[in-house]
């Protein structure tokens, strides 16, 4: 016996083709993502090698669902010290893999691709060259973050800390 098949969007770049089944549904790791959704003042500083305060930063970070709500996109604008800065990035959960995943394209042409692994109310984003360990609180208004880097692939150090504060 044949499976039927009806004319369906199965990915969007391919159009419509015939495919069997219901097609993908939102299950809890998508909506896990709903945790970041919103308007966010981002504010804390560099840490300079020695551990000290370096200098400032103040950004706007938008997270909001992509269409279909299976991936968020997250747009950010600001600075670091006196330089401007900003950001687009899109974090979505791959099935096939079982894991989140953060392609971050920011504003000096760097393209930053990501693990992203929740577990409870903390995220940890690892790089090739950086990790971030996001802690959500106060109810998911709250993100605490620590950015770290590797020059030796074994070695981090902190170079940012900011707190996020959601304002809508």
Not at 22 to 40: F, K
Not at 110 to 136: H, I, K, P
Request: avoid cysteine.
């Amino acid at each position: 016996m044949t499976e039927q098949t009806t004319m369906r969007v199965v990915a969007v770049n391919r159009g419509a083709e015939h495919a069997g089944g219901p097609g993908r549904t939102r299950g809890p790791q998508h909506d896990a993502l709903g945790a970041w959704v919103g308007r966010w003042i981002n504010e804390g500083h560099v840490i300079n090698d020695d551990g000290t305060a370096g200098p400032a930063i103040t950004t706007s970070d938008v997270y909001e669902w992509a269409p279909g709500r299976f991936s968020l996109l997250h747009t950010a604008y600001g600075r670091i010290g006196e330089t401007g800065v900003g950001g687009t990035e899109i974090i979505g959960y791959d099935e096939a893999n079982g894991n989140y995943t953060s392609h971050f394209f920011d504003s000096t042409g760097n393209v930053v691709v990501s693990s992203l692994v929740a577990r409870g109310d903390t995220w940890t984003y690892q790089g090739e060259t950086t990790r971030a360990t996001v802690e959500f609180g106060a109810d998911h208004r709250v993100q605490t973050v620590l950015h770290e880097r590797t020059d030796d692939g074994t070695t981090y150090k902190p170079s940012m800390r900011v707190t996020l504060t959601k304002i809508g």
